[in-house]
């Protein structure tokens, strides 16, 4: 997965549930803890994600990570940048898939 790519399912993830932790939303992508935490500090310096402490949480260490209005727009831009491609990726397909049916003779 590209950064891109990850930074944007981040943001959708954590847009929908604000209280996983990097552990589960690392599972949940399918990515290792460490990638999940090397984005997140990356999307904080960018401005595009704040954490905030839950206050009645046992655990002092448990964060809900909400998207900045820059985080939201960052969201809208990646999100249209990579259905662009995936776009492109799917007429590729399509050629592809045409080419060997022609050359099955179907």
């Known amino acids: 997965?590209?950064?891109?790519?990850?930074?944007?399912?981040v943001l959708q993830t954590l847009e929908a549930q604000p209280e996983l932790t990097q552990r589960e939303l690392a599972e949940k992508l399918?990515?290792?803890l460490g990638r999940v935490?090397?984005?997140l500090r990356a999307l904080?310096?960018?401005?595009?994600?704040?954490?905030?402490?839950?206050q009645r949480s046992e655990s002092k260490a448990r964060?809900?990570?909400l998207l900045t209005p820059k985080g939201i727009a960052a969201k809208a831009r990646l999100?249209?940048?990579f259905l662009k491609m995936k776009m492109?990726?799917?007429?590729?397909?399509?050629?592809?898939?045409?080419?060997?049916?022609?050359?099955?003779?179907?």
């Open 37 to 39: 935490n090397y984005c």
């Open 44 to 54: 904080v310096d960018k401005g595009w994600l704040k954490m905030e402490n839950f």
């Open 79 to 81: 999100t249209a940048r």
């Open 1 to 9: 997965m590209k950064p891109s790519e990850t930074h944007l399912r």
């Open 88 to 106: 492109k990726e799917y007429e590729a397909l399509k050629r592809d898939i045409s080419e060997l049916k022609r050359q099955l003779g179907r």
């Open 63 to 65: 964060y809900a990570y």
């Open 30 to 32: 399918g990515v290792s």
